[in-house]
């Protein structure tokens, strides 16, 4: 499985646009990038997933360089709500995925 | 919003009891998992399985047990409740796929005293 690096935590204030990137240079050709938010005594979420480029959706943008060595997770104008810890995962989806120490996000007012 | 439901929510017993925790999903994944969580820390897979009949030990070990007799229902057991074991177990699934997105449970709070 690939490994991810990623930030232990961030700090950041509301109605900021916050990046969390993340390494994986162990990626494999079939392997999907995703990410994950989870609230404390909640089970994680999906927040989006790709393969390469720039892929969107109502939470958040998902820009991965061509060499997909790395991904960088845009959460646009965060609110105290996004407060959370956010994984990374790479995985084929033909096993369990891995989930790492994630990204402890503080929000500020 | 996902359609996986784990009982009991909360759960404390004594040293040694046997103890069932129980995860179902009406989504038809063929896909669960069993992941273990202390507060504050990561999240470890002890159980996996692809399909009915198909149960695999996940990257930490566990003294649990897991069976899958039906696709929706995924159960896992202690037969012996020790402290050790006090944690929140979050149970998930996912469609069998290249696009492995994961739907998880509320989770169960165990605590063994």
């Known amino acids: 499985l690939a490994k991810t690096t990623q930030p232990i935590s961030m700090d950041s204030y509301e109605g900021q646009e916050v990046n969390i990137t993340c390494s994986h240079n162990n990626i494999a050709t079939n392997d999907y990038i995703t990410w994950y938010q989870q609230f404390p005594s909640q089970g994680p979420r999906f927040i989006i997933q790709g393969y390469k480029t720039k892929v969107t959706n109502e939470v958040a943008s998902l820009f991965i360089p061509a060499d997909r060595k790395s991904s960088t997770l845009s959460l646009p104008r965060v609110s105290l709500s996004d407060t959370a810890v956010y994984y990374c995962l790479v995985d084929t989806g033909r096993r369990a995925l891995t989930f790492g120490s994630g990204t402890r996000l503080q929000v500020q007012p | 919003e996902a359609d996986i439901y784990q009982t009991p929510r909360y759960l404390v017993i004594g040293t040694g009891k046997k103890i069932t925790l129980e995860c179902s999903q009406t989504m038809g994944h063929d896909k669960m998992y069993w992941y273990q969580q202390d507060p504050g820390m990561e999240l470890h897979l002890i159980h996996y399985s692809y399909g009915v009949n198909s149960t695999e030990k996940g990257d930490l070990s566990s003294e649990s047990t897991v069976s899958r007799i039906r696709t929706e229902h995924f159960p896992l057991t202690l037969e012996s409740a020790r402290p050790s074991h006090t944690s929140q177990y979050l149970c998930?699934?996912?469609?069998?796929?290249?696009?492995?997105?994961?739907?998880f449970g509320p989770g169960t709070r165990l605590t063994v005293t």
């Open positions: 998930a699934s996912s469609v069998f796929g290249g696009e492995d997105e994961q739907y």
